[in-house]
């Protein structure tokens, strides 16, 4: 079982990736970038309800205040990794995206005692390194503004990171039954700030918005709503050093597999150097 569930949330993680492209397009910080970001939370929580009998009744303040900071990761996580998508080859973002992993790798070290060797700490130095050769400033002859996609991208890796933390603590906790309430929560507090930012935003000017964009969001939104609750599962199934690099080898390698083919995407020497880095620093973590 799990490994169905892995497999099932490599599909839908990497389907998250792609369809993040399709909005990408929509400038952060106007009104349709955050109705986009509203719908696809909503979307995310309808399917969690969907999934699975949700109950109200005993919820405890600790599920609650977990969901809070979930809710605040989410919103970081999607609303920059989106930003970047802008600039950024989808491969090398989901590369350093997906490096958020080594938070909760480590985190699973320090707080529940799971193994981490030599190998798992040489893993680490590459991740690092992928990350530092990813924000390289690019020659003079690419186009302006292209190396702004980086600040956004690590924000949202380290969100991603926070993620795995939270999903960690959320299922060691004594209310690890009540996840589909604590995920619930999470995506319902992103989709109404989300939805505080588009009342508050001006209209944008040029008519980039279309209606179909909501369509693309909803279908983010289902398959980060279905794979955080496959992803909360599993990080109570198997250890850190286990799943999260796994997940996210499969997602890097599916994901660049899938720019190349659907975006005609073309991998420069650097993008080269981030996916061989990142590659290597998954490799070492899980099989080390």
């Given at each position: 079982?799990?490994?169905?569930f892995?497999?099932l949330?490599?599909?839908?993680?990497?389907g998250?990736n792609?369809?993040s492209?399709k909005l990408?397009n929509?400038?952060?910080?106007?009104?349709?970038?955050?109705?986009?970001?509203?719908?696809?939370?909503?979307?995310?929580?309808?399917?969690?309800?969907l999934?699975?009998?949700?109950?109200?009744n005993?919820?405890?303040?600790?599920?609650?205040?977990?969901?809070?900071?979930?809710?605040?990761?989410?919103?970081?996580a999607?609303?920059?990794?989106?930003?970047?998508?802008?600039?950024?080859?989808?491969?090398?973002?989901?590369?350093?995206?997906?490096?958020?992993?080594?938070?909760?790798?480590?985190?699973?070290?320090i707080?529940w005692?799971?193994p981490?060797?030599?190998?798992?700490?040489?893993?680490?130095?590459?991740?690092?390194?992928?990350?530092?050769?990813?924000?390289?400033?690019?020659?003079?002859?690419?186009?302006?503004?292209?190396s702004?996609?980086?600040?956004?991208?690590?924000?949202?890796?380290?969100?991603?990171?926070?993620?795995?933390?939270?999903q960690?603590l959320?299922?060691?906790?004594d209310?690890?039954?009540?996840?589909?309430?604590?995920?619930?929560?999470a995506?319902?507090?992103?989709?109404?700030?989300?939805?505080?930012?588009?009342?508050?935003?001006?209209?944008?000017?040029?008519?980039?918005?279309?209606?179909?964009?909501?369509a693309?969001?909803?279908c983010?939104?289902?398959?980060?709503?279905?794979?955080?609750?496959?992803?909360?599962t599993?990080?109570?199934?198997?250890?850190?050093?286990?799943f999260?690099?796994?997940?996210?080898?499969?997602?890097?390698?599916?994901?660049?597999?899938?720019?190349?083919?659907?975006?005609k995407?073309?991998?420069?020497?650097k993008?080269v150097?981030?996916?061989?880095?990142?590659?290597?620093?998954?490799l070492?973590?899980?099989?080390?």
């Open positions: 079982m799990p490994l169905l892995l497999g949330s490599v599909v839908l993680s990497t998250r792609l369809f492209k990408s929509i400038r952060f910080g106007t009104r349709s970038f955050f109705l986009c970001q509203s719908v696809l939370f909503l979307c995310g929580g309808m399917a969690l309800v999934l699975g009998k949700i109950t109200w005993g919820f405890a303040a600790t599920t609650i205040g977990y969901a809070v900071i979930y809710g605040f990761l989410l919103i970081l999607q609303w920059f990794y989106t930003a970047s998508l802008d600039k950024g080859n989808t491969a090398l973002c989901s590369t350093v995206y997906s490096l958020g992993f080594i938070l909760p790798t480590l985190s699973g070290a707080l005692s799971e981490f060797s030599l190998p798992d700490l040489f893993g680490v130095m590459c991740a690092v390194s992928a990350v530092i050769v990813s924000g390289v400033k690019p020659q003079l002859k690419e186009k302006k503004g292209k702004y996609y980086f600040i956004p991208l690590v924000i949202a890796m380290l969100a991603s990171g926070g993620l795995g933390i939270v960690k959320q299922q060691k906790s209310y690890s039954d009540q996840k589909l309430l604590f995920l619930l929560i995506f319902l507090l992103a989709a109404g700030a989300s939805l505080l930012f588009a009342l508050c935003s001006k209209k944008e000017r040029s008519a980039t918005f279309r209606p179909q964009k909501l693309v969001a909803s983010i939104g289902v398959c980060f709503g279905c794979s955080n609750l496959l992803n909360t599993l990080a109570g199934l198997l250890p850190g050093a286990i999260f690099p796994t997940l996210n080898i499969c997602v890097i390698l599916l994901s660049m597999l899938c720019g190349v083919v659907f975006f995407e073309r991998l420069s020497k993008d150097s981030v996916l061989i880095l990142g590659g290597v620093s998954i070492l973590l899980n099989f080390g």
